[in-house]
């Protein structure tokens, strides 16, 4: 571009002496021609050439030469032009037609003259001056600083680059400066004008502001990037490596670009494996699912890595490499062992179980009719049920049939405790995982253990019944000695008013039949409860009142307590709810409680009434059984242990009472405690909850 403003410059001065040069020389021709005819016409008028006709031919003959000299040259002279304003027209055709901004300007940048697309390109309505008044107010500077320049001894070219503001802003309204590159040349020896052409390179600018941003966001892609990223050459020398690559090995860029093998990364003592891995890979004979590797840190430490190798193929097609990727897989690789290892340990635990564990994919709707499949088993289920899913399904069948968690598989005979559930497989779908325990070895203990019970609790009756055999000898006794003075009586009045041979009075003899009968009913009543009492074994749940399981445990313990002279006394609330319950094992409840209270109050305490309280209350949905004496209290070492099995503070006692009397309590889903009785000395509590309607109209 200063070429060509050069080259302008110099085609300008020549045109001007050119110029110069055939005007001079015109004006100088025809003057010397008109001064040889103003001589030619003297000379005829003055009769010189009539004088000596010698001198008229040579006159005539210069003349004529000259002319023709004249009229050569002004043809040489004029075809000269002619091509000179030919070159003239094609330059200022150029200078018109050219699509870049052209112009003329001052020493101080003020604007000389312009060429159309400079007109264009900056609205010369806009009144500008100068060119640096076009330019954008932060790039003034930059264009004022060049012009000073270019003006300065010396230097006759420069170029900058700046924003100006195009006509067509003017009418968006919107400011949209474009980026124009000048080239600007002064010619010394003309003038004191400044040349200058500028082009627009905005969509440049904004084409290497693209590549730039784009650029460093690849650069950003690239440093943000957990894999390491490595280039080699055909000839296995590195040619590029990523930020996340050097921090991997611990070296700095620098160091790796243009490295040969053995690289530094290398482990000590592995060159011969690394090398035939280098290789395979120049060889591009890698598996295309990667490999795994082994790579040193500066600091020494090994680490392992996955490795994957593609070509590298620039835009002619052409093979000129190879990439690599490398992902730090020690942490990956570790935690994969120790969850193989959590796996193996959990498939050994799972083989190990006792249960049988079996999952299986539900049926498809469509194929109701086919084996569900099993998806997993262990050892157990596969010893029980073998490698199909029927003992699966045949033991939720008998679940179902059941009603509960317990189930009996006639197949092989056992107990089996069934824990099913929905779980999410590892295909993401939903499957059934069931967990069937054998508890046959437990139902046959339960039962075992269960009739122990009946027999110790018969057991405990029969003792209690021992100790109760003075006591019911003298209970009886009244009644058999009434109904023998009552017979005797009877007898002695018959006989009597036979010898006055009177008739017997059937009246008084029915009155004294009905005493004699009332006291065998009463004698028969108590042999009848002692051997209910004692008889009983199997448990027998049925709708029963307060006042029939209270009145029956009284009567009994009453016989203990009449010995003892201890008073029982009753506090029972009205309208109390009936209960579904086995009267007979709550009467044995009630009577050892009872029992232990009389025997309580063997020796009160000097002042304390000689007194055993039963009390009967509703709590909520409960009702409160209390037996609550008035004897000298449990000590606290000694509470704490009231209800183990075999342990007791009586001399005679086996220590199983109250350990049965909590068994039965619970089983009815109460609770037995002991505490201390406001009154002073000791209260046992327990409480059996109400049983709903429902209940109650079934067991009826």
């Given at each position: 571009?200063?070429?060509?403003?050069?080259?302008?410059?110099?085609?300008?001065?020549?045109?001007?002496?050119?110029?110069?040069?055939?005007?001079?020389?015109?004006?100088?021709?025809?003057?010397?021609?008109?001064?040889?005819?103003?001589?030619?016409?003297?000379?005829?008028?003055?009769?010189?050439?009539?004088?000596?006709?010698?001198?008229?031919?040579?006159?005539?003959?210069?003349?004529?030469?000259?002319?023709?000299?004249?009229?050569?040259?002004?043809?040489?002279?004029?075809?000269?032009?002619?091509?000179?304003?030919?070159?003239?027209?094609?330059?200022d055709?150029?200078f018109?037609?050219?699509?870049?901004?052209?112009?003329?300007?001052?020493?101080?940048?003020?604007?000389?003259?312009?060429?159309?697309?400079?007109?264009?390109f900056?609205?010369?309505?806009?009144?500008?001056?100068?060119?640096?008044?076009?330019?954008?107010?932060?790039?003034?500077?930059?264009?004022?600083?060049?012009?000073?320049?270019?003006?300065?001894?010396?230097?006759?070219?420069?170029?900058?680059?700046?924003?100006?503001?195009?006509?067509?802003?003017?009418?968006?309204g919107?400011?949209?400066?474009?980026?124009?590159?000048?080239?600007?040349?002064?010619?010394?020896?003309?003038?004191?004008?400044?040349?200058?052409?500028?082009?627009?390179?905005?969509?440049?600018?904004?084409?290497?502001?693209?590549?730039?941003?784009?650029?460093?966001?690849?650069?950003?892609?690239?440093?943000?990037?957990?894999?390491?990223?490595?280039?080699?050459?055909?000839?296995?020398?590195?040619?590029?490596?990523?930020?996340?690559f050097?921090?991997?090995?611990?070296?700095?860029?620098?160091?790796?670009?243009?490295?040969r093998?053995?690289?530094?990364?290398?482990?000590?003592g592995?060159?011969?494996?690394?090398?035939?891995?280098?290789?395979?890979?120049?060889?591009?004979?890698?598996?295309?699912?990667?490999?795994?590797?082994?790579?040193?840190?500066?600091?020494?430490?090994?680490?392992?890595?996955?490795?994957?190798?593609?070509?590298?193929?620039?835009?002619?097609?052409?093979?000129?490499?190879?990439?690599?990727?490398?992902?730090?897989?020690?942490?990956?690789?570790?935690i994969?062992?120790?969850?193989?290892?959590?796996?193996?340990?959990?498939?050994?635990?799972?083989?190990?179980?006792?249960?049988?564990?079996?999952?299986?994919?539900?049926?498809?709707?469509?194929?109701?009719?086919?084996?569900?499949?099993?998806?997993?088993?262990?050892?157990?289920?596969?010893?029980?049920?073998?490698?199909?899913?029927?003992?699966?399904?045949?033991?939720?069948?008998?679940?179902?049939?059941?009603?509960?968690?317990?189930?009996?598989?006639?197949?092989?005979?056992?107990?089996?405790?069934l824990?099913?559930?929905?779980?999410?497989?590892?295909?993401?779908?939903?499957?059934?995982?069931?967990?069937?325990?054998?508890?046959?070895?437990?139902?046959?203990?339960?039962?075992?253990?269960?009739?122990?019970?009946?027999?110790?609790?018969?057991?405990?009756?029969?003792?209690t019944?021992?100790?109760?055999?003075?006591?019911?000898?003298?209970?009886?006794n009244?009644?058999?000695?009434?109904?023998?003075?009552?017979?005797?009586?009877?007898?002695?009045?018959?006989?009597?008013?036979?010898?006055?041979?009177?008739?017997?009075?059937?009246?008084?003899?029915?009155?004294?039949l009905?005493?004699?009968?009332a006291?065998?009913?009463?004698?028969?009543?108590?042999?009848?409860?002692?051997?209910?009492?004692?008889?009983?074994?199997?448990?027998?749940?049925?709708?029963?009142?307060?006042?029939?399981?209270?009145?029956?445990?009284?009567?009994?313990?009453?016989?203990?307590?009449?010995?003892?002279?201890?008073?029982?006394?009753?506090?029972?609330?009205?309208?109390?709810?009936d209960?579904l319950?086995?009267?007979?094992?709550?009467?044995?409840?009630?009577?050892?409680?009872?029992?232990?209270?009389?025997?309580?109050?063997?020796?009160?305490?000097?002042?304390?009434p000689?007194?055993?309280?039963?009390?009967?209350?509703?709590?909520?949905?409960?009702?409160e059984?209390?037996?609550?004496?008035?004897?000298?209290?449990?000590?606290?070492?000694?509470?704490?242990?009231?209800?183990?099995?075999?342990?007791?503070?009586?001399?005679?006692?086996?220590?199983?009472?109250?350990?049965?009397?909590?068994?039965?309590?619970?089983?009815?889903?109460?609770?037995?405690?002991?505490?201390?009785?406001?009154?002073?000395?000791?209260?046992?509590?327990?409480?059996?909850?109400?049983?709903?309607?429902?209940?109650?109209?079934?067991?009826?």
């Amino acid at each position: 571009m200063n070429n060509w403003l050069a080259r302008t410059a110099e085609d300008t001065s020549a045109l001007r002496a050119m110029r110069w040069f055939t005007i001079t020389h015109g004006v100088a021709m025809g003057g010397f021609v008109v001064m040889m005819a103003l001589f030619l016409w003297f000379a005829h008028w003055s009769g010189l050439d009539e004088a000596d006709p010698l001198l008229e031919r040579p006159l005539q003959l210069a003349v004529v030469g000259l002319s023709l000299s004249v009229l050569l040259i002004l043809l040489l002279l004029g075809r000269h032009a002619r091509r000179r304003l030919a070159a003239e027209l094609e330059r200022d055709r150029l200078f018109t037609l050219s699509p870049d901004p052209l112009c003329v300007l001052g020493l101080d940048g003020a604007l000389v003259r312009g060429n159309p697309a400079f007109e264009r390109f900056f609205s010369p309505e806009r009144g500008e001056a100068s060119i640096i008044d076009r330019a954008h107010p932060d790039d003034r500077h930059v264009v004022s600083n060049a012009i000073e320049s270019v003006a300065r001894p010396g230097q006759v070219a420069t170029s900058f680059e700046a924003r100006f503001l195009p006509a067509t802003a003017d009418q968006t309204g919107a400011p949209s400066w474009r980026w124009l590159q000048w080239a600007v040349r002064r010619d010394p020896n003309s003038p004191p004008l400044l040349y200058a052409i500028a082009r627009d390179t905005t969509e440049r600018r904004e084409a290497e502001a693209a590549l730039a941003a784009e650029t460093l966001f690849r650069q950003a892609m690239e440093d943000s990037l957990l894999t390491g990223m490595r280039a080699f050459d055909r000839d296995g020398r590195i040619t590029y490596v990523n930020r996340a690559f050097c921090e991997m090995v611990g070296l700095p860029q620098q160091e790796l670009i243009g490295a040969r093998a053995p690289f530094p990364y290398w482990p000590d003592g592995d060159e011969v494996l690394q090398m035939a891995q280098l290789e395979r890979l120049l060889a591009g004979a890698t598996p295309r699912t990667g490999f795994e590797v082994k790579l040193r840190r500066s600091n020494g430490s090994v680490f392992d890595a996955k490795m994957y190798v593609s070509p590298l193929i620039d835009r002619d097609g052409r093979h000129t490499g190879w990439m690599t990727s490398i992902s730090d897989i020690t942490e990956p690789l570790r935690i994969r062992e120790a969850l193989a290892a959590a796996h193996e340990r959990f498939t050994t635990v799972l083989e190990e179980l006792d249960a049988a564990v079996s999952v299986v994919a539900p049926n498809d709707p469509a194929h109701e009719t086919q084996a569900p499949e099993l998806l997993f088993a262990n050892r157990m289920y596969r010893q029980l049920f073998g490698v199909t899913g029927d003992g699966h399904c045949s033991l939720l069948k008998a679940r179902a049939e059941a009603g509960g968690n317990e189930t009996f598989h006639n197949g092989l005979g056992r107990w089996f405790e069934l824990r099913a559930r929905e779980i999410r497989w590892v295909d993401g779908s939903v499957v059934q995982m069931l967990v069937a325990t054998d508890i046959s070895a437990r139902r046959e203990a339960d039962e075992q253990l269960r009739w122990q019970e009946q027999k110790l609790q018969q057991s405990s009756r029969l003792v209690t019944m021992g100790e109760m055999a003075s006591s019911l000898a003298h209970e009886l006794n009244q009644p058999l000695t009434a109904i023998s003075n009552y017979c005797m009586g009877l007898a002695a009045r018959i006989r009597a008013m036979a010898a006055q041979g009177r008739n017997t009075d059937p009246a008084v003899l029915l009155e004294a039949l009905q005493k004699t009968s009332a006291q065998a009913e009463r004698a028969g009543e108590v042999i009848r409860r002692i051997r209910n009492f004692v008889k009983r074994s199997e448990a027998e749940r049925r709708v029963c009142r307060v006042s029939e399981i209270t009145g029956e445990a009284l009567e009994l313990a009453s016989i203990d307590s009449t010995r003892h002279r201890v008073r029982l006394q009753t506090d029972i609330a009205r309208d109390l709810p009936d209960l579904l319950a086995d009267p007979i094992l709550l009467q044995q409840v009630l009577l050892n409680l009872l029992k232990n209270g009389v025997e309580a109050m063997r020796d009160p305490p000097p002042g304390s009434p000689r007194v055993v309280t039963l009390r009967v209350r509703r709590a909520g949905d409960s009702l409160e059984f209390s037996v609550s004496d008035r004897g000298a209290g449990i000590r606290e070492e000694v509470q704490a242990r009231l209800f183990e099995p075999f342990f007791t503070t009586k001399a005679e006692g086996m220590g199983i009472g109250l350990n049965i009397c909590r068994s039965i309590v619970e089983s009815h889903q109460g609770r037995l405690w002991a505490e201390r009785a406001e009154e002073g000395g000791t209260c046992f509590r327990f409480t059996l909850p109400i049983a709903g309607e429902a209940d109650l109209a079934q067991a009826a």
